[in-house]
């Protein structure tokens, strides 16, 4: 018996679900970028990299663009602002409770010129190109104040703690060429971008790297799964260590970091898949947070409160949809905005991607584990692109179109008009 894709394209009939708008071309178009809502409801794009040239296997090149803008969705207009030195692929963007906006993390281009794999970093300190610069962008005068960590690496998770401060995790303990016994590392590092200081933190109750890590109600972090990498001797006649994830062992466990105490302890999650740098963390409009992964989504159980997951199954094939699409959250309840393909490439081959899927949009809503189709974007959007919630019930989606300048508004209206909320933890209040 032969399966086919399920519901692809949708049937005429079905009901799509919200309307786009499409606002003013984006001056300088870019995918893998930050896209960050600032507190008086505007959105900060900074970073990425434009596409440029297809190689004849359809892989695309890209250039950097360290050019920085501000879209205000009230005027639906792009106002250019200074911009940092650096270049910088993806990464970690945090908006703080004075209202200015961190980042650190990232990625330079390789230099083939592609988009490194996951969130845009490499998986362990051996190769890393990460962007050692800490970014912080101040929309009261409009600069940016920029400095470098005193570390080779800056892990490959962060969660932040209030008041400028950072909890950094996922390293790796590297040894000598001629005994190669690495490991992953349970090393943490707390960074204050206010003092511009960086000092050990408490050590892991176990070694992960590629963690998600979720703000939790009271403060608490969560580092959900992760990879384990190890050292092996290459081989050859020079001394050559080759780091590898671990076969053999799955990090399946939540670590949870207590602020106050200073303490980590241990939590079992129920059936958790390896949460790693493919994931995206999603907060709701009530303040509750989610961990997307490819085919499964993770959320704490309002009964147990312990982190649960169940499958994110597609309604059409390839199943890779959750991988790589732009994701965000609608409505007031628990609902999930899938944008796009998770297509990097031009190329339509099957097993990476299907590319007429690159302008689709679709629904998931937790509570009844259903999919919805949503109305159509006018334009493809591919791997890199990004989805911002505003502050009403309406979400931004930057990077649309061959060469990322597309920029649309989705539009979705909630049961009875009751309008969406928008949780910002750092600040003071919500907006609507």
């Known amino acids: 018996m032969t399966q086919t894709a399920t519901r692809f394209p949708p049937t005429p009939s079905a009901?799509?679900?919200?309307?786009?708008?499409?606002?003013?071309?984006?001056?300088?178009?870019?995918r893998f970028h930050l896209a960050t809502l600032l507190g008086d409801g505007r959105v900060l794009v900074s970073g990425g990299a434009i596409p440029d040239t297809a190689e004849p296997s359809g892989a695309l090149r890209y250039d950097p663009v360290t050019s920085?803008?501000?879209?205000?969705?009230?005027?639906?207009?792009?106002t250019r602002v200074s911009s940092p030195e650096r270049e910088r692929m993806g990464g970690y963007a945090q908006l703080m409770e004075d209202g200015r906006v961190a980042i650190l993390g990232g990625s330079e281009l390789s230099a083939?010129?592609?988009?490194?794999?996951?969130?845009?970093?490499?998986?362990?300190?051996?190769?890393?190109?990460?962007?050692?610069?800490?970014?912080?962008?101040?929309?009261?005068?409009?600069?940016?104040?920029?400095?470098?960590?005193?570390l080779p690496h800056l892990g490959t998770a962060r969660g932040y703690l209030g008041a400028g401060r950072f909890l950094l995790l996922g390293f790796f303990d590297a040894t000598d060429r001629s005994v190669c016994m690495g490991r992953s590392s349970n090393r943490t590092y707390i960074l204050d971008v206010n003092r511009r200081t960086i000092v050990p933190g408490?050590?892991?109750?176990?070694?992960?790297?590629?963690?998600?890590?979720?703000?939790?109600?009271?403060?608490?972090?969560?580092?959900?799964?992760?990879d384990l990498y190890y050292e092996h001797d290459a081989g050859g006649s020079f001394d050559t260590c080759e780091v590898k994830p671990d076969p053999n062992l799955d990090v399946l466990d939540v670590a949870v970091f207590n602020p106050l105490t200073?303490?980590?302890?241990?939590?079992?999650?129920?059936?958790?898949?390896?949460?790693?740098l493919l994931s995206k963390v999603i907060v709701f409009g009530d303040g509750t947070q989610t961990i997307v992964t490819a085919g499964s989504i993770a959320r704490r159980s309002p009964l147990s409160h312990s982190w649960t997951w169940t499958q994110l199954w597609p309604p059409y094939l390839p199943a890779s949809t959750a991988l790589s699409r732009a994701i965000t959250s609608i409505g007031i309840g628990q609902a999930l905005l899938l944008v796009g393909s998770s297509c990097y490439w031009t190329s339509q081959d099957l097993r990476s991607c299907y590319a007429p899927n690159s302008q689709r949009a679709d629904i998931f809503d937790l509570a009844s584990n259903d999919w919805m189709p949503a109305a159509d974007p006018s334009a493809p959007y591919y791997a890199g692109a990004s989805l911002t919630r505003l502050s009403s019930d309406r979400v931004l989606a930057i990077g649309g179109g061959d060469h990322g300048d597309i920029a649309e508004l989705f539009s979705w209206h909630g049961p009875s008009g009751v309008r969406s909320w928008v949780y910002l933890p750092w600040l003071t209040s919500q907006m609507r």
Request: aromatic letters at 10%.
């Open 15 to 30: 009901l799509h679900i919200g309307q786009w708008e499409r606002v003013a071309l984006f001056p300088d178009g870019r």
């Open 68 to 78: 920085v803008w501000i879209f205000d969705p009230d005027d639906r207009s792009w």
């Open 112 to 150: 083939m010129r592609r988009p490194p794999s996951g969130a845009y970093e490499e998986q362990y300190v051996a190769n890393a190109q990460q962007v050692k610069t800490v970014d912080v962008y101040s929309p009261i005068d409009g600069g940016w104040q920029s400095f470098e960590v005193d």
């Open 202 to 226: 408490p050590d892991l109750p176990s070694p992960r790297e590629n963690a998600m890590v979720v703000s939790e109600p009271g403060g608490n972090l969560s580092a959900i799964g992760g």
């Open 262 to 276: 200073a303490a980590w302890h241990t939590e079992v999650s129920n059936g958790s898949p390896s949460a790693n």
